[in-house]
RNA sequence: GGGCAGGUGGCGGAGCGGUCAAUCGCAGCAGACUGUAAAUCUGCCGCCCUAGGGCUACGGAGGUUCAAAUCCUCCCCUGCCCA
């Protein structure tokens, strides 16, 4: 299947400049798209991106990864209603690496291979260059009225905030950075989400006015939950790629949580699996929703994507443990295991032994703020221990509570734990 | 610089001398239901302590009063309009 047929399919595609298609089905291209390195690793929502570069790959075509080590310096007004706080030299740098450990799982940058993919840093370029080549190289192919009238940058202008000549000026770095791909690398594609659609547009423009060539893009739609929550954020914040940052656990749970209207969607979007595949769970949602089974499916693929193999395995085994058989016939071993990731305090057996208000512990814990909530949430129900309901808001905690004298289990309503390590 | 309208709990927004820890909506938390879902329903939603009470709060600082989020003075900030 062609490039093109698979997006579209997918529904990834948005919006594309003419002449596409023609373009991919005369030859295998070139194609890039940006990262932004504002964190030290990706997350759920840059999978997609991710996603999109393996797809390239794939299908025939030429991934280049553009880290934008020089514009992350700048800032992108894109998407953005205020002026960005500006990263330094350093934490961009480090981003960068961090950012490039991430890629290499999705990507095959063997140099023997004919569409092996690339990794470019645009610091490379845009550090070195002069203020007045840019402006003489660059500036000069834009009109000040052109660039005002990017979605972007006249949102910004009509607001309160404003826009700063810093972040008005992005829009002829990316351009820049395409030209500088298309001179090097023969680029002659950059993909990006809708909020890219400006800065691509103008980097064609670029390209077009400067070397006579046309050169494309193409854009995907915004990715959107249909409880109209902001994709890829938890109660508990960002779903990160970095194992350290979002377990892997975590990482599985928020895929199987997805919405029943949503995980068609995102298995088109960010998983392997061909149209017959999906047409066949997009008919379990529809017929037997309750099994959950593109749940299930999606978050096993897309955590195996991430992490591999064995760490989805693992989370398998513990969301069974912990939302199947009760935690009576655990071991403490078990427990330890599956609750790797659930966020502890220690307790010394001193202090145990002389017994702990519950609502206390519970604080302490960080179930709750305040002891006046511990007791609500008690009051309420909400509190188990050990997976047993409790019910005294004035009891008390003792020895007797740790399962093996070792560890105890705080639950706050359904999904909530804590875990009191006994030291 | 002048005029006008405002600044209340995470947000929106009531209250305009006591009955205000502050109506209500959203967000949040818990319970029921359930599919680790959605929707719905119920309860909770400043802090502390043992019921009862205490403490800190309505932009900031003073003041009037037995009593102030509510009245007065000054200050700070925001929005709109005029210069």
Redo the contacts with the bound molecule.
Sequence with gaps: MSLLAELHWRGMVSETTDGLAAHLERESVTAYIGFDPTAASLHAGSLLTLIGLARLQRLGHRPIALVGGGTGLIGDPSGKSQERSLLTFDQVEANAQGIRRQLERFLDFSPSLANGALMRNNVEWLRPIGFLDFLRDVGKYFTVNYMMSKESVKRRIEG?QGITFTEFSYQLLQSYDYLVLHDRDRCTLQMGGTDQWGNITAGCDLVRKVRGKNVHGLVWPLLTTS?G?KFGKT?SGAIWLDPALTSPFRF??FW??T??RDVVKYLKFFTWLDRDAIAALENTVATA??Q?DA?RTLAREVTTLVHGAQDTGNAERA??V??GSSLANASVDDILTVFEDVPSVEMTRATLSAGV?T??LV?TAGLA?????AT??IT?????LNDQRVTDE?GRVTSDHAIDGRVIVLR?????RRLVRIV
Excluded at 369 to 373: D, L, T, V, Y
Excluded at 380 to 384: A, I, N, V
Excluded at 412 to 416: A, D, N
């Design positions: 309160e409880a929550t109660e599985y749970q199987l949580n919405d029943d929703p309750e959950r749940q969301s069974r912990l939302f208000a609502t206390e604080v703020a305040s002891k006046g909530e609500r949430l309420q129900g909400g509190l188990y004035r706050k309503g359904q999904r909530e």
